[in-house]
């Protein structure tokens, strides 16, 4: 079996570190939301999940670079990351998902694990902009829209 050549450590560059930690520390402050709730899966968990897709995205670009890319002989298809991911996220959302008594109980943190998976993606691929206006406009989603929900749905079940 042919391997790829290992990658050695003076190879960890200022782009991988920012890659990784930005991911990792958006990771984690989509999760504070959920954590100041005291819901299932808080900082910890929102914030490994969007470092792993991070983390899978800088490794499969580099593989699929390594290996020669559309020219190689290799028949990568870097969207599968997309798509793997989006398998274990679904996973994972639907055990989180409960239904009682008439009502449906962290449908929102699954959402929030998903997001934080795409933006673990998009921070691993480089692409700031994207990483930038997705966590500006899901911290408002989540944090803003929670006041005008209590404010004028005040009968609705808003508190999770």
């Not at 899966?41 to 995205?57: E, K, N, P, Q």
């Not at 449908?107 to 929030?112: G, V």
């Amino acid at each position: 079996m042919e391997l790829n050549d290992p990658i050695i450590v003076q190879w960890i560059d200022a782009q991988l570190l920012s890659r990784l930690g930005v991911a990792a520390v958006l990771g984690l402050l989509l999760g504070l939301d959920r954590e100041l709730r005291g819901l299932a899966a808080g900082m910890r968990t929102h914030g490994l999940i969007c470092f792993s897709a991070a983390l899978m995205t800088v490794s499969m670009i580099a593989l699929y670079n390594e290996l020669g890319g559309d020219s190689g002989a290799s028949r990568m298809d870097p969207l599968r990351v997309f798509e793997a991911t989006g398998a274990f996220i679904g996973i994972i959302g639907a055990g989180l998902i409960v239904f009682s008594k008439g009502s449906v109980k962290n449908l929102t943190t699954a959402a929030h694990l998903w997001l934080a998976a795409v933006i673990g993606i998009a921070s691993g691929a480089g692409q700031w902009p994207l990483v930038l206006i997705g966590s500006i406009i899901s911290l408002v989603m989540l944090t803003l829209l929670r006041y005008v929900e209590r404010k004028y749905f005040p009968d609705d079940d808003v508190t999770r």
